[in-house]
């Protein structure tokens, strides 16, 4: 019997409990040591453009990298710091200092948690297409502009946060361009685009780091290193401290753990689907929840900053032959060795070069062509694109993902209530169009003079259901009975069940009989708990419409008939 629910089972204990083949195993070995190699430049450049100092991206990577693949729901997710939350980071560091960052990212590993727990997996991933490559190109627009400086090696001590004053900065500096750094970060970025043509096997950005360090070094030349501004990289983990933390500490930094915890989970749950796509397997997107949120907790404990599901990292690990998270415990003890026996030597690393590197990670985040083919789509997905996409460049990352959610949400619900419609059975027998020809599941009995019948089809949710109330108040003549033919009606919501209880208490009031037919279990049960079969008398609903039909005519047989004109 099993300890945990299978959605709660972390994809190690199940994969150890299958069995892992020695063939398998040395594959997941071989990737697990190219991603750690591939990781390190990364870590190194994510920390550095989040504002923070080296060794935090590659304390990230170790600690959280480990405990996402120990814990995760998914077999090749690789885990540590990512391009998506340089803003973030940014933004809380100016506000908050590292120290706050540090608390925030603690808090945020509790929230992930919660969000697993309450098996949100299951819903996070149905955020809109345009709403993600709208707020993913604004972040690779903002991480490229955060690279401006050290791509042209300009002399700028303090860089703007907001986008605009940024660029006017960056534009009052350029006549100071360095242009052998500006050469080195172009060279990185060729060499970086290119190298896949000569082998796949080794990473392309690590090739460009290397050959610019030597060049930078043999030559001495005048171009900044991570030596040169942070000093020197720390060859030790520290001691794990838990983050000091009162109520008045909670309430300044909620809302930045919530942003964290927020694209930490949606860019988790994107890699993993990315990755189910690329290996035909199948990710628990609740247990991953949870995993990252441990991951955040161990990562704030060490000192980290936040890390999530990297999607580059992750489909280098499955094009490498990676397939259980032992690849990905692999590239976190790689990158501690890296740390513990390489860290004086990383420290030579030009900033150009890392500039560079980051360059071609915001041009493949960006994926511009999805972004230009989205704009050809429907008006209303392009609305949604531009508005997130403008709001993350300008204003807030999280401002954006809220407004794009609810817009997104509203053009779903208008379209949800234009794709209901409440017809009378005159209209169903007419052809609403010159030519066009109704096709019927069966043949509807004859129906008595004084009866209307109404057919719904599609959901009765708030968005639909004022159309409903229109269309069944404003009828010229009050019929003795109203059948609602319900068969197709696959939900109703609280303001459904609150206007159809409306419209039974004002046409009974009014002297009108209303019949309900073939509404399904799940409709029927709600109707029942509202108290709408007591209002209309439960002789009054029937599975059948011939059923209501024989109904009508018992009723009609009982009272005065009060015949429409």
Not at 84 to 108: K, P, Q, S, W
Not at 296 to 305: A, E, H, M, P, Q
Not at 432 to 444: K, R, V
């Amino acid at each position: 019997m099993a300890l945990f629910p299978k959605e709660f089972t972390p994809k190690l204990f199940s994969i150890l409990q299958a069995g892992i083949t020695k063939k398998q195993f040395t594959k997941d070995i071989i990737s697990g040591v190219i991603v750690g190699i591939v990781a390190l430049p990364l870590a190194i450049a994510f920390a550095i453009a989040s504002g923070v100092s080296p060794e935090k991206g590659l304390i990230t990577a170790v600690i959280a990298g480990f405990v996402i693949s120990v814990l995760g729901g998914s077999r090749v997710q690789i885990g540590g710091p990512t391009g998506a939350f340089i803003v973030i980071v940014y933004g809380i560091i100016e506000t908050h200092g590292v120290a706050g960052l540090t608390i925030a990212t603690f808090m945020a590993g509790f929230i992930i948690i919660g969000f697993g727990l309450a098996r949100f997996g299951n819903y996070l991933k149905f955020i809109p297409y345009p709403l993600i490559v709208g707020f993913t190109s604004g972040i690779a627009l903002i991480i490229f502009s955060s690279q401006i400086k050290d791509l042209f090696g300009l002399q700028i001590d303090t860089v703007p946060a907001d986008f605009v004053e940024k660029w006017i900065v960056f534009a009052n500096a350029s006549g100071q361009i360095n242009w052998i750094a500006f050469g080195i970060a172009l060279s990185t970025i060729v060499i970086s685009l290119n190298f896949h043509r000569i082998s796949r096997k080794v990473p392309g950005s690590l090739v460009a780091i290397v050959l610019g360090t030597i060049i930078v070094q043999y030559f001495g030349l005048p171009v900044e290193t991570i030596e040169s501004r942070f000093g020197e990289i720390p060859n030790r983990l520290s001691m794990p401290t838990i983050p000091s933390i009162d109520f008045a500490t909670i309430q300044s930094l909620i809302q930045p753990a919530i942003a964290i915890a927020l694209l930490g989970s949606i860019e988790s749950l994107l890699s993993a689907v990315v990755a189910d796509g690329m290996t035909g397997g199948r990710h628990r997107s609740n247990m991953e929840l949870v995993a990252q949120g441990m991951a955040n907790i161990f990562s704030g404990l060490f000192g980290g900053i936040p890390a999530t599901g990297a999607i580059a990292r992750t489909a280098t690990n499955v094009k490498n032959g990676g397939r259980t998270p032992i690849a990905g415990i692999t590239h976190a003890i790689v990158l501690l060795l890296i740390m513990l026996l390489f860290a004086p030597i990383a420290k030579l690393i030009p900033l150009a070069t890392l500039a560079g590197i980051l360059v071609v990670v915001a041009w493949h985040m960006g994926e511009w062509h999805h972004f230009f083919a989205l704009m050809k789509s429907n008006y209303m997905d392009v609305i949604v694109l531009l508005t997130t996409f403008l709001l993350t460049v300008f204003f807030d990352l999280i401002i954006a993902i809220e407004v794009g959610m609810i817009m997104a949400s509203f053009i779903f619900m208008k379209r949800m209530s234009e794709s209901t419609s409440i017809r009378d059975v005159a209209s169903i027998f007419s052809p609403i169009e010159s030519g066009s020809e109704a096709l019927f599941e069966e043949e509807l009995p004859e129906i008595p003079k004084g009866v209307l019948l109404y057919e719904i089809n599609g959901p009765l949710f708030f968005g639909a259901s004022q159309k409903f109330q229109e269309i069944i108040s404003d009828l010229n003549h009050k019929p003795e009975i109203l059948i609602l033919r319900m068969r197709h009606v696959p939900f109703i919501d609280a303001t459904g069940i609150h206007r159809l209880k409306e419209i039974c208490t004002q046409l009974i009031a009014s002297g009108t009989s209303v019949i309900i037919s073939g509404v399904n279990h799940d409709v029927k049960s709600e109707l029942l708990k509202a108290g709408i079969y007591k209002l209309i008398d439960k002789h009054n609903v029937h599975d059948h419409i011939a059923s209501a039909i024989e109904r009508a005519n018992e009723i009609l047989s009982k009272k005065k008939p009060r015949f429409l004109d």
